[in-house]
Nanobody, 123 residues
Framework: VQLQASGGGLVQPGGSLRLSCAAS????????IGWFRQAPGKEREFVGN????????VYADDVKGRFTISRDNAKNTVSLQMNSLKPEDTAVYYC?????????????????WGQGTQVTVSS
């Protein structure tokens, strides 16, 4: 049972990146997926959540309208599409999973975590 986040990189302000969270050993559609990020010297913070099996999404205020979480059940992945990126979006991004959850905004609500992927927004 494993989660793996990928897709990070260096992007200019205003640009876009798409992160992917892939599951192995279990069906991701049975799980709520959360995205979190941690910038240097700061605590890990909530970015967004997608409820299990077609559940609703919830986003942090500072990414609302710019970030979108979606599922691809055929690939057993969840993506975080990030548009209009800002330097303050620079952080290590993590995906996390919790079975049958919905609208989970606290990191303590999740019991499966992937390794982080670095996102750097800089000119």
């Amino acid at each position: 049972v494993q989660l793996q986040a990928s897709g990070g990189g260096l992007v200019q302000p205003g640009g876009s990146l798409r992160l992917s969270c892939a599951a192995s050993g279990f069906t991701l559609d049975d799980y709520a997926i959360g995205w979190f990020r941690q910038a240097p010297g700061k605590e890990r913070e909530f970015v967004g959540n997608l409820g299990w099996s077609g559940g609703s999404t919830v986003y942090a205020d500072d990414v609302k309208g710019r970030f979108t979480i979606s599922r691809d059940n055929a690939k057993n992945t969840v993506s975080l599409q990030m548009n209009s990126l800002k330097p303050e979006d620079t952080a290590v991004y993590y995906c996390a999973a919790r079975m049958y959850g919905s609208r989970l905004t606290k990191s303590s609500s999740y019991n499966l975590w992937g390794q982080g992927t670095q996102v750097t927004v800089s000119s």
